[in-house]
């Protein structure tokens, strides 16, 4: 079966302050593994797609990496606009649905 | 292009109620997912529809049906309901099947709330 755990379950940030969420994850074959963000009220919001260990992924102040066992997401100088919920979603090559995890809800302070 | 549209946005239900959610996809997007995401459990999957079958449902009771209509949008009916359905109920469209790994595009949900 295959198993996603996110953490930390929350982050508060200060607005310039980088830091890493983490996504621990445990799966027989991965096909990929997915990042998304979700505001609340709204649903998840695609954001990147990793399929290999060493893989790496950037969209604005957001880089995406991959190893075999974890996958992080690196935030670089925040602003308040990128507090939301970042949840992470493994695909395996044994099931035909995502796998997601909790989440982790950043907050970023001005 | 037009994302996957739910609706309604909010249902309010009492308890042995039925409940009728509807999906429609992305144009061109045959496969529809639909997940629950009820507070501190995460999103969790309920039922896979592509041209028109049920190709793989979740660990949810049999009270969780739906179906895929020709111009692909899709129905979510829960029969029964319980206090404990009560959850954000999200549906999501992808392009292609699992095997290509096409992402999904997600729906903004609609409220379920079973008093």
């Known amino acids: 079966e295959d198993q996603v755990t996110q953490s930390p379950e929350a982050l508060r940030l200060q607005e310039g302050e980088s830091s890493s969420l983490n996504c621990s994850y445990t799966?027989?074959?991965?096909?990929?593994l997915f990042w998304y963000r979700q505001d609340p009220g709204k649903g998840p919001e695609f954001l990147f797609t990793?399929?290999?260990a060493g893989e790496e992924k950037e969209k604005e102040r957001l880089k995406a990496t991959l190893t075999k066992k974890e996958s992080f997401l690196h935030i670089t100088a925040p602003k308040p606009e990128d507090s939301a919920t970042y949840l992470c979603?493994?695909?395996?090559?044994?099931?035909?649905?995502?796998?997601f995890g909790k989440g982790t809800k950043l907050s970023v302070i001005p | 292009e037009a994302g996957v549209t739910q609706s309604p946005t909010h249902l309010i239900k009492t308890r042995g109620q039925q409940a009728t959610l509807r999906c429609s996809p992305i144009?061109?997007?045959?496969?529809v997912y639909w997940y629950q995401q009820a507070l501190g459990l995460g999103l969790q999957f309920l039922l896979w529809?592509?041209?028109?079958?049920?190709?793989n449902r979740g660990n949810f009771p049999p009270r969780f049906s739906g179906r895929q209509f020709p111009n692909y949008s899709s129905e979510l009916n829960v029969n029964a309901l319980e206090l404990e359905d009560s959850a954000l109920y999200l549906c999501?469209?992808?392009?292609?099947?699992?095997?290509?790994?096409?992402?999904?595009?997600f729906g903004n949900g609609t409220r379920l709330t079973v008093t």
């Open positions: 999501a469209s992808s392009l292609h099947t699992p095997e290509y790994n096409s992402p999904l595009h």
């Open positions: 799966v027989s074959g991965l096909r990929g």
């Open positions: 990793l399929y290999s």
């Open positions: 979603a493994v695909s395996g090559a044994g099931s035909y649905q995502l796998t």
């Open positions: 144009s061109g997007h045959t496969s």
């Open positions: 529809y592509d041209e028109g079958e049920e190709r």
